[in-house]
């Protein structure tokens, strides 16, 4: 079958596309389907053990072992989610083929949807009325000012901004940290670590949606924890391995961290006799922040493949030195 690879380019693919995929932890029922769908130019199949057959692209979430060690003719390999941490420290992929990530594919309006659901679960102290509930308390919590409830994002990347973006529609004051400077409207941009004690000062609720990088493991720990005022609150939706979860739990006892919402855990699921469990002060949720949607995640990659067949570098690209 002859089309079009990509909107706007005349080249047309002659040749059959092979694609391999395996996306752990979902219906291959579903996504094979729309994927052959969006891709009919392409064959496509799932890995089954012992295939060793070359592809030209490889669609995968937590491949097995095997899959993608000395597989010829790969021209990139597509991870299935935002998150590469786990693809690249397995060292699975050819050093010469290059990874894509999702940045959005209806992620960041989730993400945003959380962000936007812990903040004002804080704001409103609907935590404190829960806990009311429970005590059989008809009682009267005092309100939060608005202009002094300061929100934090860690992350300004698709999702930091989106969140960002939400935040300050409820008239919350917004400020965001990234690695290299950004320049967002209404949102008091920091960078670097020259820029963290900045982005840290006057804050009331923490957001952590770093990637996982050698750099960020263990980042939103009690050094970072001090730099916050007294009775801030912590939200973490980026990984579990950013948060040292014993210095939240230290800083929960003292009264410097209020309470914190989790959606990551360092390990997944979390152990029936983990702590977090019974915590008063901590709200879990399974990791289900940005879930990856088939729809929205066919039709990037595929317009992403359509793009690399047509010469051109789709967004997502991953830089393997900085982890993202």
């Known amino acids: 079958m002859s089309k079009p690879v990509c909107q706007g380019c005349q080249s047309m693919t002659t040749m ?34 012992g295939d060793a057959a070359p592809a030209d692209y490889a669609l995968v979430w937590h491949p097995p072992e095997g899959l993608l060690e000395n597989r010829k003719g790969l021209k990139a390999v597509f991870n299935l989610a935002a998150g590469v941490d786990a693809l690249l420290a397995s060292g699975s992929v050819p050093e010469d083929v290059p990874v894509f990530r999702l940045e959005d594919a209806g992620m960041a309006i989730q993400i945003a949807e959380y962000a936007v659901y812990a903040v004002l679960r804080f704001f409103r102290r609907f935590d404190g009325y829960a806990r009311l509930q429970e005590q059989r308390e008809w009682g009267f919590l005092p309100p939060y000012s608005r202009k002094d409830f300061t929100v934090g994002i860690m992350g300004m990347g698709v999702m930091g901004k989106a969140a960002a973006e939400k935040l300050r529609l409820f008239g919350f004051p917004v400020k965001g940290w990234s690695r290299t400077p950004k320049q967002i409207e209404g949102v008091a941009c920091c960078h670097g670590k020259a820029g963290l004690a900045d982005f840290l000062k006057n804050l009331k609720v923490l957001v952590c949606l770093l990637p996982k990088t050698p750099e960020t493991v263990h980042i939103l720990n009690a050094g970072l924890f001090g730099r916050l005022p007294d009775g801030a609150f912590v939200v973490n939706l980026g990984r579990g391995d950013l948060l040292d979860e014993k210095d939240l739990l230290k800083g929960l006892e003292t009264g410097k961290i209020r309470a914190a919402v989790l959606d990551v855990t360092a390990v997944e699921p979390l152990p029936e006799d983990h702590p977090f469990w019974g915590h008063p002060d901590i709200t879990l949720t399974p990791h289900i922040a940005g879930l990856t949607y088939c729809e929205e995640t066919v039709a990037v990659v595929a317009e992403s493949i359509r793009q690399l067949e047509c010469g051109k570098t789709p967004s997502g690209l991953v830089d393997r030195n900085l982890g993202y």
Do not use: C, K, S, V
């Open 16 to 49: 059959t596309i092979e694609i391999l995929y395996h996306n752990e932890g979902e219906n291959p029922d579903e996504w094979l389907p729309a994927l052959r769908t969006a891709l009919p130019e392409a064959n496509i199949r799932q890995w089954q053990a």
